[in-house]
């Protein structure tokens, strides 16, 4: 009979590991943070197996992930509206893999496909050639030689997501002078702080000019305000008013670190998390504070470019927040900063279906782009 008992017992103990290996793995396949917690509330459930482990405390522990996992499944539930059927015509394929870097993250070298396709239409079909530094391709048009290099800085506008390589605005803006070789250092999600940091890093990476293509909805990524911040640059105001580099977008005492970006992918999940955000955080606001840190973090890389003799200017792009771009563009002036307005009349024309920039608007803003630096250049 305690045979009988010690094999039940035994065989519950490895169940309770299995499940939570089981939820652990699921929970980093999906990126789930409620499958997180319930993974860890069955680990500590499988505490109690074990004599060594002081069973109030434990219980203390359990209680509250238990707690958290309910609320956390409430919130989910409550905020999404979940579909459990499944449309065959419905099909969503990004193939855009991601490594960690000293910025954040970048594309793995190669060649990516990004496909979206909803009720049989094609929304999006583009390739993506991502070179050994990491950044995306410029294709040559010819063998000519270059008599200037040019770097573009930016998010996915410059990136040009969605697109194909010969579609992309640097790539056009070396189309449209052909004695100019233009390099892409623009990545999805990616803001002020990274261009900063790149500098910093490595002022050799600068060219005769650097552009940097920007707009209000780049002031929430330097200052961490957004999930995809994660792991990336973080800077400050300090208590001396000056911008100051403070690690990583991250999570209260975890910014000295840079965490994988897979942490940020499933803890940005948490609905608890995101409740905090907005209701404490702020996270949908810009604060006079936000505003601060973009400009300043644009001085201090308008600073750094003229020390080492290169040109720079801002490529800025207006959006609905008129009232705050006017703000931007005095502080522009204020600061001595170098900037034309990249904006574009009847911007449906020149989108593609979520808004992004499609090839006409590339073609648009490197005319704008192409005529400032030819200003500049016979000055």
């Known amino acids: ?44 459930l499988f ?13 203390l522990l359990f209680s509250i992930s238990i707690i958290l996992t309910f609320i956390e499944l409430f919130l989910f539930f409550t905020n999404k509206q979940i579909n459990f059927t499944f449309k065959k015509n419905n099909i969503y394929i990004k193939n855009v893999k991601y490594e960690k870097t000293f910025l954040g993250y970048q ?22 050639t991502i070179g050994q530094d990491g950044f995306r391709v410029t294709p040559k048009v010819n063998n000519i030689k270059y008599t200037k290099n040019i770097n573009v800085f930016g998010g996915s506008y410059t990136f040009g997501w969605g697109l194909n390589d010969d579609e992309t605005l640097p790539y056009i803006l070396q189309n449209n002078q052909q004695s100019w070789k233009v390099k892409n250092y ?24 650097n552009i940097l293509v920007t707009s209000n909805f780049h002031i929430p990524r330097s200052s961490c305000k957004r999930d995809y911040s994660f792991g990336t640059p973080k ?16 999570n209260l005492f975890l910014t000295k670190i840079q965490l994988p970006k897979i942490f940020g992918s499933i803890i940005n999940r948490s609905e608890i998390k995101k409740l905090i955000d907005k209701v404490f955080l702020k996270s949908n606001d810009i604060s006079a504070m936000d505003l601060k840190i973009y400009i300043s973090i644009i001085k201090r890389a308008n600073m750094l470019i003229k020390e080492n003799n290169k ?13 705050l771009d006017q703000i931007i563009f005095q502080e522009f002036k204020k600061e001595n900063i170098d900037y034309i307005n990249l904006s574009l009349e009847h911007k449906k024309d020149y989108e593609l279906y979520d808004g992004h920039p499609n090839k006409e608007a590339n073609i648009k803003r490197s005319l704008i782009i192409s005529n400032h630096i030819k200003t500049f250049l016979n000055k």
């Open 311 to 323: 040109e720079f200017f801002v490529g800025y792009i207006e959006n609905s927040l008129n009232d």
């Open 235 to 250: 800077y400050i105001i300090d208590d001396n008013n000056n911008l100051k580099r403070a690690g990583y977008c991250g």
């Open 107 to 128: 594309p793995k070298v190669g060649i990516h496909n990004h496909l979206i396709i909803s009720n049989g239409k094609t929304l999006l079909d583009g390739t993506y």
């Open 47 to 59: 505490g109690f197996y074990l004599r060594k482990i002081k069973k109030n405390f434990l219980l």
């Open 1 to 44: 009979m305690d045979d009988i008992k010690f094999r039940s017992f035994l065989n519950l103990k490895i169940v309770i590991l299995l499940l939570v290996f089981f939820l652990f793995i699921i929970s980093y396949i999906f990126k789930s943070f409620q499958l997180l917690l319930l993974s860890i509330t069955s680990f500590l």
């Open 186 to 209: 623009a990545i999805n999600g990616y803001g002020v702080q990274q261009m900063l940091a790149q500098i910093e890093n490595d002022p050799k990476i600068l060219k005769d000019i």
